[in-house]
């Protein structure tokens, strides 16, 4: 006899989130006052050339950052996008290398800029294993290169950004969290949502995001207070 289905919402949600989600949980954003890109030159700790030029420098660089990584709590905008999968399904598009989105719960979790506790041979980028310890410079893959954080760096190609572009094209509702859209390509990523109904932009000092056919709603907020008006708005909405 068939089974009374529980309801569910089909409405497709896609977050894109960037380092400001992360923030209540300790971690650096990268622009902002005292950021990550203050005290550090891009171009040293974050490109194919700066690790040419000084991979040890590099290696410590990622080091200080997964050791933190793994001291640090998802926040409760973390959960609440994990409970939200309750109701809708979820994807996230996120431009953090953090893992904080897979543990507070969430199933579908896109890495756009790469992961901070994987690891991959400096020569060949297929070589990709899980790493959740100090990348040392006596770290070499099978084929005797060294390894190299799982992270895109600048001026290198964006691998999963096809993807990333499919699923937001597929939205209905798209929330954009904690990002400064100022880095590209992802964030002409929103340009791709062509069938959102709606687009939620939570951040306390928001970029000014043009959509082609929709207007963005800003929230002007932290993650966790704007994910929790949101997620009443969502959920009293279906
Ligand atoms: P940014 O540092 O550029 O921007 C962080 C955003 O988070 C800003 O808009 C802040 O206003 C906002 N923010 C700060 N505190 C917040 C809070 N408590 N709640 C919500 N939002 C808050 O970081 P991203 O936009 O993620 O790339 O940067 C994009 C990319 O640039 C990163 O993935 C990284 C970086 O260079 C690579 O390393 C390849």
Redesign the pocket.
């Given at each position: 006899m068939p089974k009374i289905q529980s309801p569910v919402n089909m409405k497709k949600i896609v977050v894109l989130s960037?380092?400001?989600?992360s923030?209540?949980s300790g971690i650096k954003?990268?622009?902002?006052a005292h950021?990550l890109?203050e005290g550090h030159d891009?171009t040293e700790v974050?490109s194919p050339e700066g690790f040419a030029k000084n991979p040890e420098l590099v290696l410590n660089f990622y080091n200080l950052r997964r050791r933190q990584l793994l001291e640090v709590q998802p926040n409760l905008a973390h959960q609440l996008l994990a409970d939200l999968e309750q109701y809708y399904p979820i994807n996230i598009i996120t431009?953090?290398?953090d893992d904080l989105h897979e543990r507070a719960g969430n199933k579908n979790v896109l890495h756009l800029?790469g992961e901070l506790l994987k690891a991959r041979s400096s020569k060949n980028e297929n070589y990709v294993v899980e790493w959740h310890s100090d990348i040392n410079m006596n770290n070499l893959c099978p084929d005797g290169y060294l390894m190299r954080p799982h992270?895109?760096?600048?001026g290198e190609a964006v691998p999963e950004f096809d993807r990333a572009a499919d699923l937001i094209s597929q939205a209905d509702i798209v929330i954009v969290?904690?990002?400064?859209?100022?880095?590209y390509p992802?964030a002409g990523l929103i340009q791709y949502a062509t069938k959102a109904e709606n687009i939620f932009y939570?951040?306390?000092?928001?970029?000014y995001i043009h959509h082609t056919t929709i207007s963005v709603e800003t929230i002007a907020e932290?993650?966790t207070t704007?994910m929790e008006k949101l997620f009443k708005r969502l959920i009293s909405s279906i």
């Open positions: 960037g380092a400001g989600i923030a209540e954003t990268f622009r902002d950021g890109w891009i974050a431009q953090n290398v800029h992270i895109v760096w600048f969290i904690g990002t400064s859209m100022q880095v992802a939570i951040d306390p000092k928001p970029a932290k993650a704007g």
